[in-house]
């Protein structure tokens, strides 16, 4: 195990990430799933890629009795991005999309290096009136609320 790609873990993370959120597209109406379900399968094909690429690089390490260059703990900055993303989704349906959508996107802001807090505070109070005057104030979308707002 320690002597595969990087790759192939990201490429089976993707493809078992992206399937499962294809199933849950299969239990909305068809004219709106049919967005997510594209995406999903673009994504179904890359991890595809990603993981046959990393598999490639493997086996060529291997033969030519070289180092791999990329291993799991090189990754620990995409892999953070990934799982937070993965948590986001899961938790709108508990906690709300606009909480979600704060706490994430705060996240997100700080992680990539933005320190000044008035910055962060004016940038998700733009987030969030933008989404909620667009979705729900135009469109007429509302959005899961869970616990919170």
Known sequence: ???LHIDIYIGILMFFTSTYFYTLTLEMPQDPATFPQLILTVLIVFSIIVFTKGFITTIKSKRANNKI????????????????????????????????STIASAFFIVFFGVRNLRKIILVLLGINVFIYALFVWQLKIYLPTGLFI
């Open 69 to 100: 260059d990329r291993y799991l703990n090189d990754s620990g900055r995409p892999l953070v991005l990934y799982i937070s993303i993965v948590l986001y989704v899961i938790s709108i349906d508990s906690i709300g999309f606009f909480t979600a």
């Open 1 to 3: 195990m320690k002597n």
